[in-house]
């Protein structure tokens, strides 16, 4: 771990080089730590795949007092994650049917697999939240089983539904909202993955894990799914 200042009220805490499940674990479990033991000096906390930006009160500390407090609270980063409870397993219903699945044969072809053989592969492994960018919401999962792992698309699509699953190298993503994008889109979740009205506002954070859950047609729209989201 090492910390770097960034400006007058911010600096940013490192915790690898590599992207893994492991690094993204000691961030989850910094988060944590700040926001339990300095919430009266942090302001902000922006997470990324190996780092955390800490935005912190000039009022009420200095950059000097900030990156020794910092130091004093994740003094235990490189174990402390494996004593982390907040790492909630989230289950996504996501129909993954020709309506819907736009890239679905892409990445079959690509990899030389079935339809069947995809969804599988990509529903029974457990992802965790990487990072959440991009736009609100948007959660970056990894890492996918590389038997399906497909590169972006070429052309980016000037518009993804709303919901829509997608696989980029060996991460797997849902587009929260109506936005550009060039991920493999293989399925359709009918769950809302940004509540403007919520505390929490978004579904997943960083540190939970995810479970994919293939659904029917029909469960899909009793879940209140919308085959013509946009």
């Known amino acids: 771990m090492r910390i770097e200042l960034v400006n007058e009220m911010s600096c940013i805490v490192y915790f690898g080089d590599n ?9 989850s479990w910094a988060i944590d730590r700040i926001r339990a033991d300095m919430s009266d000096q942090v302001v902000d906390i922006v997470a990324s795949y ?3 930006l800490v935005y912190y009160d000039i009022e009420k500390t200095d950059r000097f007092k900030i990156i020794a407090s910092l ?4 003094r235990d980063s490189r174990d402390g994650y494996e004593r982390q409870v907040g790492s909630e397993v989230i289950d996504l219903p996501v129909y ?3 309506d819907v699945a736009l890239d679905m044969d892409d990445v079959c072809q690509y990899n030389k697999l079935s339809r069947e053989e995809v969804i599988t592969i990509h529903s029974e492994k457990l992802y965790q939240v990487f990072a959440i960018g991009f736009s609100p919401g948007f959660a970056y999962l990894g890492t996918t089983d590389e038997r399906i792992a497909t590169p972006r698309k070429s052309t980016p699509r000037l518009k993804v539904p709303t919901g829509s699953v997608g696989i980029a190298d060996n991460q797997t993503a849902i587009y929260p909202s109506p936005t550009p994008g060039g991920w ?3 399925g359709r979740t009918p769950i809302k993955m940004v509540d403007w009205e919520s505390d929490s506002f978004a579904k997943v954070a960083v540190g939970n894990h995810v479970r994919f859950r293939s659904i029917t047609k029909q469960e899909f729209l009793q879940l209140g799914g919308n085959l013509n989201e946009f």
């Open 71 to 74: 130091k004093h609270t994740l």
């Open 19 to 27: 992207i893994s499940e492991q690094t993204a674990s000691q961030v």
């Open 184 to 186: 493999q889109i293989i």
């Open 96 to 98: 993954y049917g020709d």
């Open 50 to 52: 190996t780092s955390i």
